[in-house]
């Protein structure tokens, strides 16, 4: 399961971090704000992630 679930998360990832980029491209957010919303979403998905992967593992 670990073998499908690792490129699946990195994708996910990479897809949500070209997403904010484009939001803060397109918002022309200042550059101080925009570290805060890529670690922000980053660290919401990375929970998503986890947490999805715990319930796959155990169910």
Do not use: G, H, W
Not at 17 to 36: F, P
């Amino acid at each position: 399961m670990t073998i499908i679930f690792v490129p699946f998360a990195l994708l996910v990832l990479f897809l949500f971090n070209s997403l904010t980029l484009r939001l803060c491209l397109q918002t022309e957010m200042a550059k101080e704000k925009q570290s805060n919303v890529f670690r922000t979403i980053n660290i919401l998905i990375t929970i998503l992630l986890i947490s999805s992967y715990i319930e796959v593992l155990y169910t």
